[in-house]
C-alpha cells in the first residue's frame, strides 16, 4: 500500500527554521527518488528539493542554501530542514517519489501525502 504521511509544519516568524519529514511505505521508497513540493493558495504546485537513494539532490532555485533535504533509508523518511524563511515560503508542503534524471525531478505516479502546513508571519 502506498503511503506518505508528511509532518513538522507549523507557524514560524520570518528568519526562522523549521524541519519537516515525510514517512513513506517501503514500496515507493526504498528505489526511488523522494520530492518536496509546495503548493500556496492561488498558485500551482512548485517542486522544492529532492534526493535519489544514492544522494543526488535536485533544488529549487529560490531555496538553494535555505533548505537542505535529506533521507534516511533505513527508516523510510525524507526530512526537509528550512532556514530563512520568509514570508514567500508559506505553503502546505507535501512529498512524493519520483527519479532524478540529468539533474531534474520526474514524479511518479499520483500518490500525494496529505501535506503538512507552514505558515511564516511576524
Known amino acids: 500500500q502506498v503511503q506518505l504521511v508528511e509532518s513538522g509544519g507549523g507557524l514560524v516568524q520570518p528568519g526562522g527554521s523549521l524541519s519537516l519529514s515525510c514517512l513513506a511505505s517501503?514500496?515507493?521508497?526504498?528505489?526511488?527518488?523522494m520530492g518536496w513540493y509546495r503548493q500556496a493558495p492561488g498558485k500551482q504546485r512548485e517542486l522544492v528539493a529532492a534526493m535519489s537513494p544514492d544522494g543526488r539532490t535536485v533544488y529549487a532555485d529560490f531555496v538553494k542554501g535555505r533548505f537542505t533535504i535529506s533521507r534516511d533509508n533505513a527508516k523510510n523518511t525524507v526530512s526537509l530542514q528550512m532556514n530563512n524563511l520568509n514570508s514567500e515560503d508559506a505553503a502546505v508542503y507535501y512529498c512524493?517519489?519520483?527519479?532524478?534524471?540529468?539533474?531534474?525531478?520526474?514524479?511518479?505516479?499520483?500518490?500525494w501525502g496529505q501535506g503538512t502546513q507552514v505558515t511564516v508571519t511576524s
Open positions: 512524493n517519489a519520483g527519479t532524478i534524471y540529468r539533474g531534474a525531478y520526474y514524479p511518479i505516479g499520483n500518490a
Open positions: 517501503r514500496i515507493i521508497f526504498s528505489n526511488n527518488a
